[in-house]
Nanobody
Framework: VQLQASGGGLVQAGGSLRLSCAVS????????MAWFRQAPGKEREFVAA????????YYADSVKGRFTMSRDNAKSTVYLQMDSLKPEDTAVYYC??????????????????WGQGTLVTVSS
């Protein structure tokens, strides 16, 4: 399974970006998919997750109401629409996949597969 994240870039505060994560090698319909991010000097943190079993999507409190995660199972692609971006959203964003539905969906160790990351920089 390979994950390819794209869509990062430089944006002003208040702007929007849409990240994409294309999954090859497997269909994502029965994968838990997630986005994490890692700012310089900080640990990787949970951003959003989409669980296939119950169809629910979960968000970190810091992005709730501003970010929207979606998935297109037919295209084996997940997206992260990021609106009202803030300078503190600056980070490398990673997509991740878990071939199951564990309770560890908000944990880094809950995922077996990772994309290479895409850099998002929000200027003030």
């Amino acid at each position: 399974v390979q994950l390819q994240a794209s869509g990062g870039g430089l944006v002003q505060a208040g702007g929007s970006l849409r990240l994409s994560c294309a999954v090859s090698g497997r269909f994502v319909s029965r994968y838990t998919m997630a986005w994490f991010r890692q700012a310089p000097g900080k640990e990787r943190e949970f951003v959003a997750a989409s669980r296939w079993r119950n169809g629910s999507t979960y968000y970190a409190d810091s992005v709730k109401g501003r970010f929207t995660m979606s998935r297109d199972n037919a295209k084996s692609t997940v997206y992260l629409q990021m609106d009202s971006l803030k300078p503190e959203d600056t980070a490398v964003y990673y997509c991740a996949a878990d071939p199951g539905d564990s309770s560890r969906w908000s944990r880094v160790y809950g995922y077996d597969y990772w994309g290479q990351g895409t850099l998002v920089t929000v200027s003030s």
